[in-house]
């Protein structure tokens, strides 16, 4: 069974910085690809970023370019997410998320960690 655990989250004034961690439980998830997702109070879940266990390559969505960045370290079979310049409209419960590279789904998922930018 696959497990997910997020850390990291907190209170922090808008301009701060957040470091997140996802831990995984299995190293079967070296081949997979690892996602954070967002979901804000009365909204969607929204994509957050992306990145390719195997080779590295990353994915962010629009709304966090140069601002975020995603990262592993294998031995750790941890995944990052850090966020710079956060604002308040980043204030979200933030989940992590792994699928296998030949779905589109994302079928494993954290419990999430909360993230307030206070402004």
């Given at each position: 069974?696959?497990?997910?655990?997020?850390?990291?989250?907190?209170?922090?004034?808008?301009?701060?910085?957040?470091?997140?961690?996802?831990?995984?439980?299995?190293?079967?998830?070296?081949?997979?690809?690892?996602?954070?997702?967002?979901?804000?109070?009365?909204?969607?879940?929204?994509?957050?970023?992306?990145?390719?266990?195997?080779?590295?390559?990353?994915?962010?969505?629009?709304?966090?370019?140069?601002?975020?960045?995603?990262?592993?370290?294998?031995?750790?079979?941890?995944?990052?997410?850090?966020?710079?310049?956060?604002?308040?409209?980043d204030t979200a419960v933030y989940y992590c998320a792994a699928?296998?590279?030949?779905?589109?789904?994302?079928?494993?998922?954290?419990?999430?960690?909360?993230?307030?930018?206070?402004s």
């Amino acid at each position: 069974q696959v497990q997910l655990v997020e850390s990291g989250g907190g209170l922090v004034q808008a301009g701060g910085s957040l470091r997140l961690s996802c831990a995984a439980s299995a190293r079967a998830l070296s081949s997979y690809v690892m996602g954070w997702f967002r979901r804000a109070p009365g909204k969607e879940r929204e994509f957050v970023a992306s990145i390719s266990w195997s080779i590295g390559s990353t994915v962010l969505a629009d709304s966090v370019k140069g601002r975020f960045s995603i990262s592993r370290d294998n031995a750790k079979a941890t995944v990052y997410l850090q966020m710079n310049s956060l604002k308040a409209e980043d204030t979200a419960v933030y989940y992590c998320a792994a699928r296998d590279p030949r779905s589109l789904r994302f079928d494993y998922w954290g419990q999430g960690t909360q993230v307030t930018v206070s402004s």
